[in-house]
């Protein structure tokens, strides 16, 4: 439990909302979980099994015997030896695979595993087992092909989508975007150029509801275009936006603003002036005037409603708003490149601005935060294998006390990361939302099988197993049909997922399906490859934590 808790522990600290709750919802899953399984279910089972027959389907089961005592079935009642276990493996004694209460899994992981993998040619001293050998070299090569899919997948070019293609929602989405004259132009990203706004003050900002209390604009003091340096500083403005060459791959065009669609207030506020006033800008006036002017242009243009702020009959700012050359379905690559291009033309702005205009920003509505938003799962995804892969190798050598068998461990555990991203991109997925989470998250359900299975094969030392055949033996025996079973079970509940409408739980159950299914082959095929064809034996790099305590 602990694995995938730390993996989704690691979500906490994502400045994405959605992930980081789902982080927090699933930490306490699997912490209260984990104390139902240890404190709940043990107690229910003994006293089921102490003082009830219990019955399912028409099988009933048997109070626990009196022989039976601290969880060790005695083979002789009251025999002075001791409790003796029901099967002995090793060179001495064949694996009683055949013994009374053996299931038929492990019979079958005796037959078609155990022995295949063992099978071994004398090359002198050195025992040559060719499967094993064979399977962790083409892991290997697999494992170097999935890093390559891995590390290929890119941000999503567009919004996540919910429904599937043949969704009555898609079909509605797609034909709007897509029959009305105005799509041509919608492919593009819309951008302002905002004077007199220093910034926003969110002190009252609730990371948990973000659509409440989005802050307060913090206005420029300084700001005011009444002079005639400000408005020829405007003018210039306009022209600059025009000019602005783009020169990145992400523009339609060599310029970052499309021809004839900048809304340029100044200039159709100067000839309204004409007009109505008999004079043009730039022209020097009090504060008052200009504002004044400013009220009934607005008041008779309801197109600039939105670009002229006037507030309490002050005027706070203004902006420019043009088509940019970007399109918002690029790639975050070229996206980004662009992006940074616009904040090019936010620095020169600023730079040819005098004092009055200082306060000028760029801003890019959804384009900007998606973008940003893309860069976040990209550190989502990076910051959370950075810290559960330390967190997994401590908890490995924690378990098995080998240094070999943890690093193993832990290359299986990434592997079958890059395996699971890989087949996304093999699927032609995005880096999306469940991409992220699931390349962290997968981290804590891979070490599973390992984890169980390095400790056993370990633990064989302890049960007088010396040679890396027979610890194999011992960690196949004891932890093999557990893993066979749990991967069932696990696999199954993912499976349920393919059958509900959502794309993201459809996606998440191939995620879980797949991060099962490879954690399956990588542990019982790359690990315990490595651990029958050259795992540690006796001793070797083994930490041995009590000469420790009896040196001090």
């Given at each position: 439990?602990?694995?995938?808790?730390?993996?989704?522990?690691?979500?906490?600290?994502?400045?994405?909302?959605?992930?980081?709750?789902?982080?927090?919802?699933?930490?306490?899953?699997?912490?209260?979980?984990?104390?139902?399984?240890?404190?709940?279910?043990?107690?229910?089972?003994?006293?089921?099994?102490?003082?009830?027959?219990?019955?399912?389907?028409?099988?009933?089961?048997?109070?626990?015997?009196?022989?039976?005592?601290?969880?060790?079935?005695?083979?002789?009642?009251?025999?002075?030896?001791?409790?003796?276990?029901?099967?002995?493996?090793?060179?001495?004694?064949?694996?009683?695979?055949?013994?009374?209460?053996?299931?038929?899994?492990?019979?079958?992981?005796?037959?078609?595993?155990?022995?295949?993998?063992?099978?071994?040619?004398?090359?002198?001293?050195?025992?040559?087992?060719?499967?094993?050998?064979?399977?962790?070299?083409?892991?290997?090569?697999?494992?170097?092909?999935?890093?390559?899919?891995?590390?290929?997948?890119?941000?999503?070019?567009e919004e996540e989508k919910w429904f599937p293609d043949d969704h009555m929602f898609t079909g509605?989405?797609?034909?709007?975007?897509?029959?009305?004259?105005?799509?041509?132009?919608?492919?593009?990203?819309?951008?302002?150029?905002?004077y007199g706004i220093e910034g926003i003050d969110r002190s009252d900002y609730n990371f948990w509801?973000?659509?409440?209390?989005?802050?307060?604009?913090?206005?420029?003091?300084?700001?005011?275009?009444?002079?005639?340096?400000?408005?020829?500083?405007?003018?210039?403005?306009?022209?600059?936006?025009?000019?602005?060459?783009?020169?990145?791959?992400?523009?339609?065009?060599?310029?970052?603003?499309?021809?004839?669609?900048?809304?340029?207030?100044?200039?159709?506020?100067?000839?309204?002036?004409?007009?109505?006033?008999?004079?043009?800008?730039?022209?020097?006036?009090?504060?008052?005037?200009?504002?004044?002017?400013?009220?009934?242009?607005?008041?008779?243009?309801?197109?600039?409603?939105?670009?002229?702020g006037i507030i309490d009959s002050q005027l706070k700012f203004v902006k420019f708003t043009f088509?940019?050359?970007?399109?918002?379905?690029?790639?975050?690559?070229?996206?980004?490149?662009?992006?940074?291009?616009?904040?090019?033309?936010?620095?020169?702005?600023?730079?040819?601005?005098?004092?009055?205009?200082?306060?000028?920003?760029?801003?890019?509505?959804?384009?900007?935060?998606?973008?940003?938003?893309?860069?976040?799962?990209?550190?989502?995804?990076?910051?959370?294998?950075?810290?559960?892969?330390?967190?997994?190798?401590?908890?490995?050598?924690?378990?098995?006390?080998?240094?070999?068998?943890?690093?193993?461990?832990?290359?299986?555990?990434?592997?079958?990361?890059?395996?699971?991203?890989?087949?996304?991109?093999?699927?032609?997925?995005?880096?999306?939302?469940?991409?992220?989470?699931?390349?962290?998250?997968?981290?804590?359900?891979?070490?599973?099988?390992?984890?169980?299975?390095?400790?056993?094969?370990?633990?064989?030392?302890?049960?007088?197993?010396?040679?890396?055949?027979?610890?194999?033996?011992?960690?196949?025996?004891?932890?093999?049909?557990?893993?066979?079973?749990?991967?069932?079970?696990?696999?199954?509940?993912?499976?349920?997922?393919?059958?509900?409408?959502?794309?993201?739980?459809?996606?998440?159950?191939?995620?879980?399906?797949?991060?099962?299914?490879?954690?399956?082959?990588?542990?019982?095929?790359?690990?315990?490859?490595?651990?029958?064809?050259?795992?540690?034996?006796?001793?070797?790099?083994?930490?041995?934590?009590?000469?420790?305590?009896?040196?001090?």
């Amino acid at each position: 439990s602990f694995p995938p808790a730390v993996a989704f522990l690691s979500q906490t600290g994502s400045e994405l909302m959605p992930i980081r709750s789902l982080g927090i919802y699933a930490t306490i899953v699997i912490i209260i979980n984990y104390l139902f399984a240890i404190g709940f279910t043990p107690t229910v089972v003994l006293i089921a099994e102490d003082h009830f027959k219990v019955c399912c389907f028409g099988v009933c089961g048997k109070k626990r015997s009196k022989d039976v005592e601290n969880g060790v079935e005695m083979s002789t009642k009251g025999s002075s030896t001791g409790p003796s276990p029901r099967a002995t493996i090793g060179d001495t004694a064949a694996p009683d695979s055949e013994a009374k209460g053996s299931s038929r899994v492990d019979n079958w992981l005796q037959k078609f595993y155990v022995q295949p993998m063992l099978y071994h040619i004398d090359v002198g001293s050195f025992q040559f087992r060719p499967l094993p050998w064979t399977l962790v070299i083409l892991m290997l090569a697999y494992a170097a092909q999935a890093i390559y899919f891995a590390f290929s997948l890119t941000p999503p070019t567009e919004e996540e989508k919910w429904f599937p293609d043949d969704h009555m929602f898609t079909g509605i989405h797609d034909a709007a975007r897509g029959n009305y004259l105005t799509q041509a132009d919608e492919q593009y990203a819309v951008l302002d150029i905002v004077y007199g706004i220093e910034g926003i003050d969110r002190s009252d900002y609730n990371f948990w509801k973000p659509g409440e209390n989005l802050g307060e604009p913090i206005f420029d003091d300084a700001f005011e275009m009444h002079t005639a340096s400000s408005q020829t500083a405007l003018f210039a403005a306009c022209e600059t936006i025009r000019t602005f060459e783009c020169g990145k791959e992400g523009c339609a065009i060599n310029l970052i603003a499309w021809p004839n669609k900048l809304d340029c207030f100044i200039e159709d506020f100067s000839s309204w002036l004409n007009t109505t006033e008999g004079f043009t800008l730039p022209e020097e006036m009090t504060e008052s005037n200009m504002t004044n002017y400013l009220s009934v242009f607005r008041d008779e243009n309801p197109a600039y409603s939105e670009t002229i702020g006037i507030i309490d009959s002050q005027l706070k700012f203004v902006k420019f708003t043009f088509l940019s050359t970007l399109n918002k379905a690029a790639v975050f690559e070229i996206m980004d490149e662009v992006v940074n291009k616009a904040y090019d033309l936010e620095a020169q702005l600023q730079d040819d601005a005098p004092d009055a205009l200082k306060s000028v920003f760029i801003e890019g509505g959804f384009v900007f935060t998606w973008l940003q938003t893309q860069q976040m799962l990209i550190d989502n995804l990076i910051e959370g294998i950075a810290i559960c892969s330390p967190v997994v190798f401590i908890l490995l050598i924690i378990a098995t006390k080998n240094i070999q068998v943890a690093f193993f461990a832990l290359a299986s555990v990434l592997f079958i990361v890059a395996s699971v991203l890989g087949f996304g991109k093999w699927l032609g997925w995005a880096l999306g939302i469940a991409e992220s989470i699931s390349g962290v998250i997968v981290i804590g359900f891979a070490v599973d099988y390992t984890i169980h299975l390095g400790h056993m094969y370990m633990e064989g030392a302890h049960n007088g197993h010396e040679s890396r055949g027979d610890r194999f033996k011992f960690a196949v025996t004891t932890m093999g049909g557990t893993i066979v079973a749990n991967s069932i079970t696990t696999f199954g509940a993912g499976v349920m997922m393919f059958a509900t409408q959502l794309v993201f739980f459809q996606k998440m159950a191939t995620l879980i399906t797949s991060t099962i299914f490879f954690s399956f082959i990588f542990a019982s095929l790359f690990f315990m490859g490595h651990c029958a064809a050259f795992g540690p034996e006796k001793n070797f790099a083994t930490i041995d934590c009590s000469k420790c305590s009896k040196d001090k």
